[in-house]
């Protein structure tokens, strides 16, 4: 059953956007951990996940050691594809990361960029229309892991941890005594505030890319599903009628997501630096004490 | 905005599904624990490989070639401070030796007149000397010409008169002749 097929009989174009299980296991631990009462061991999301993950892994270390040469410059300056990775990393080390993160920018800038890039590779894997054809061979893979709540939840607990890991590490009581920014006896209703604060930073790092994946997928989706609905309404010549418009938009809606791909893997990174260096930079608060003081 | 738009649309369409607790392929929130743990997995493994191979030779080439152009600013600067003060150093010492040059000069002409001057001076007097002694020469030269002519004449005057007194005389004789003819030549020759 071809994707259009498909696409047809379910009648809804979440359907060609969601997981798709292939392999689970019972286990019930209840909502929100296994609403379904089983465990995900392998699904068409996890498996294009993986490749992000491989192709990273494998592909990325080989690109970025191309240099002009082995001197002592010639080892310095980049060539080739590394100097498209290179100039992105360098981009987010001083645009992005250094703003926030001040002089702890190198302490954390691997997490930022592994972020960045494997948020990048699964969006833009995302794109390729393997799902559509996957169907053919009598399987389901292909997918975007980033339109999956579970996926961007599990990288802004993440972002989450390493803000009060390293809140507490290097800040110690300077960050607990973030989560109370007045007089103590306003504690009992500051310190909730930030807490629930700290909780929507990170409930809006993971819907905003969930939300902006899953949308460009399902808008692609049922522009497709406005083919067969014609088809099947219409005839053949009503569906091919309406095939023109519809596919030069989503043409055109695939550009856009090219874009959103880089974009959201962008916003991720940038509010994840920018939250982490929420937590760990402090001296601002204490020149401004300093200020007051004198 | 239209994204956002569009999704709540569809969440919108396929909330009463998801209300009627079909949640199987039309649940956009599907997914549970497993996905999470495998997307921890996965996201720290790369994590940790890229952060060896990837990350670490790209921080480490970015920080070097940073404090690279950082010490060739550094050094461009301190080297054009350098040359800018040598410069100054080089312009001083060459004014310098302009005075100095134009001082020795001054020094040598005034030192070239002197000793012309000196020159001049010690030739007039050598010259004036050499007139001097010629002078001098001259006028013993003359003196002693005189002197013989006064002693020639006196002697051939006796001569004459010896002849035309015929008379010898003795050299007493002779003498005061002589003696009395060249005063008398002398008080003529006054005359």
Redesign the interface.
């Known amino acids: 059953m071809g994707f259009g097929q498909s696409l047809l009989a379910?009648g809804?174009?979440?359907?060609h956007?969601?997981?798709?299980q292939l392999w689970?296991m019972p286990l019930d631990?209840g909502f929100p951990?296994?609403?379904?009462g089983?465990?995900?061991?392998l699904?068409d999301?996890?498996v294009m996940?993986?490749v992000?993950?491989f192709l990273?892994?494998v592909v990325?270390?080989g690109l970025?050691?191309k240099r002009r040469g082995s001197d002592e410059?010639g080892?310095?300056v980049?060539s080739g594809f590394a100097n498209f990775?290179?100039s992105i990393?360098?981009y987010l080390?001083k645009e992005v990361a250094e703003p926030s993160l001040q002089e702890h920018t190198?302490r954390f800038?691997?997490?930022i960029?592994?972020v960045f890039?494997?948020v990048l590779t699964i969006n833009l894997l995302g794109l390729l229309p393997i799902a559509a054809i996957s169907p053919f061979f009598g399987t389901h893979i292909g997918g975007t892991?980033t339109g999956?709540?579970?996926?961007t939840?599990?990288?802004a607990l993440?972002t989450m941890f390493m803000m009060v890991a390293n809140g507490l590490r290097l800040g110690g009581m300077h960050y607990i005594a973030h989560f109370c920014p007045g007089p103590l006896w306003l504690a009992p209703l500051l310190v909730p505030v930030e807490l629930i604060g700290l909780a929507a930073k990170i409930f809006a790092l993971a819907v905003r890319l969930f939300?902006?994946m899953?949308?460009?997928h399902?808008?692609l989706a049922?522009l497709v599903g406005f083919i067969l609905t014609a088809g099947t309404a219409m005839g053949t010549g009503g569906g091919l009628a309406i095939a023109v418009p519809v596919i030069l938009a989503s043409v055109a809606i695939t550009m856009l997501e090219i874009f959103?791909a880089f974009l959201q893997a962008f916003i991720f990174t940038f509010l994840t630096a920018l939250f982490l260096g929420m937590s760990v930079v402090f001296h601002h608060d204490d020149h401004g004490a300093e200020a007051h003081g004198h | 905005m239209t994204k956002t738009l569009v999704t709540a649309l569809v969440l919108g369409m396929t909330a009463p599904v998801l209300a009627s607790g079909d949640g199987g392929g039309s649940n956009p929130f599907a997914g549970d624990i497993g996905n999470a743990l495998w997307t921890l997995i996965i996201f720290v493994l790369v994590l940790v490989v890229l952060g060896k191979f990837a990350w670490g030779p790209i921080l480490d080439a970015l920080q070097k070639r940073e404090q690279f152009i950082h010490d060739s600013l550094s050094e461009a600067k301190s080297a054009r401070e350098s040359a800018e003060a040598a410069m100054s150093e080089h312009t001083a010492q060459l004014e310098k030796a302009k005075a100095e040059a134009t001082a020795i000069v001054e020094e040598g002409r005034r030192d070239a007149e002197v000793v012309r001057a000196k020159i001049e001076q010690d030739a007039k007097a050598e010259a004036d000397k050499l007139i001097e002694r010629a002078r001098r020469e001259i006028s013993l030269a003359t003196e002693a010409a005189v002197g013989e002519i006064y002693s020639l004449s006196g002697k051939l005057a006796t001569d004459v008169a010896s002849r035309v007194i015929g008379k010898e005389l003795t050299g007493a004789d002779h003498e005061r002749l002589l003696g009395e003819a060249i005063n008398d030549f002398k008080a003529v020759q006054r005359n």
């Open positions: 379910s809804s174009p979440v359907d956007v969601v997981q798709h689970t631990l951990f296994t609403p379904k089983e465990i995900t061991l699904s999301q996890l996940m993986m992000a993950g990273l892994v990325l270390p970025i050691r410059i080892c310095l980049p990775i290179e990393c360098q080390r190198d800038i691997k997490y960029w592994s890039f494997f892991s999956n709540i579970y996926v939840t599990t990288l993440l939300a902006n899953m949308a460009g399902i808008l049922v959103v």
